[in-house]
Each structure stands twice: as C-alpha cells, then as structure tokens.
C-alpha cells in the first residue's frame, strides 16, 4: 500500500511541478519563449517537420551514445537527452503561452500570469487523456514543441509578404 501511496504523490509532485517548470521558462525568458509563441501561432507544421528532423538527430546519437559500454559516452548520451528534453520544454513553454492568449481572447478576464498558469494546465492535463492524449497529442506536441525552440532560439520569425499594394499580410 506505501508503494501505490508514493506512486501517487510522485505523479500529484509532478502535475504540479510540469505547470511551474513551464511558468519559470516564460519568467526567466520572456523573449525565448514569446518567439516560440509565435512560431506555434503562424507556422506550426513548418515546426513540426523541423522537430522531427531534429528528433531524430538528437535521438540517433544519443542511442548510441547510452548503448556504448563505456562511462564517459553514457554520461554524454544522458547529457543530449537532457538537453532536447530542455528544449522540448521550452516550446511547451511556447504552446503553453499560445493557449493562455487565447484565452484571454475569449473575453476571460485573466491576469497574462493566470493565464499562462491556465494555458499550462490545459496542455498537461490534455495529454493526460487516456489513449487520445497518450497516443496523438503527446508526440505531436512533443515534436512541434522542439521545432518551434529551434527556430525561437534562432530567431527565425515567420515572413511576411505583402501580394499586392493595400493587401493584407500573408505567411510565407
């Protein structure tokens, strides 16, 4: 029975913990995580397809690198690991912010804090849902969450063109 008891309080700790991660990124890193928050509002197959390019190069070595019997190789396979999970939440970071400005879009009188705190909580208890959650959204935010840190830590913004004199913005 202490197992389950722990078990549980470990996943609460965690649920709880996943909405603050994500509050301290977009505190310590307001700009970071606002390009994200772009990136995921103009173009998010664009960062999908480049989250799963760089899933793979991130995931490749670092296979590699834990499968070798040696220490210093494991230690840098567990060393990548935790960088492209860091970067993976930092675009959640970006998602999180995407869905709290919607809902202050809704006309919610939410302070930008309470609904980032929203947004987040929102985005983890989404991928919670069993099999829909676990199977689709997890990966596909997972993926797009990666793409969309790689081009806010690039800088790399969407661009505008304008087809005609007076016409309105478009996404390239």
Partial sequence: MADIT???FILVLIGLAY???????????PNLIAR????IERTPWRAFWLG??????????TLILLSLPFGPAKFTGWLVL??????ISIGAG??????????Q???????PVGAF????????????????????LWPLMLIMALGITVYALLNSGPKITLRSPGSVPSQV
């Fill in 94 to 103: 970006g998602i999180a912010a995407h869905l709290g400005d919607r809902l």
């Fill in 82 to 87: 935790a960088l492209g999970l860091t970067m």
């Fill in 52 to 61: 799963l390019g760089m899933g793979f190069v991130i995931a490749i070595p």
């Fill in 36 to 39: 994200a928050q772009e990136r």
């Fill in 6 to 8: 722990a078990i549980f």
């Fill in 105 to 111: 879009r809704v006309g919610t009188s939410y302070s």
């Fill in 19 to 29: 909405p603050a991660m994500l509050a301290a990124w977009w505190l310590a890193f």
């Fill in 117 to 136: 705190i929203r947004g987040a909580v929102i985005l983890e208890l989404a991928v919670f849902f069993p099999v829909l959650g676990w199977l689709f």
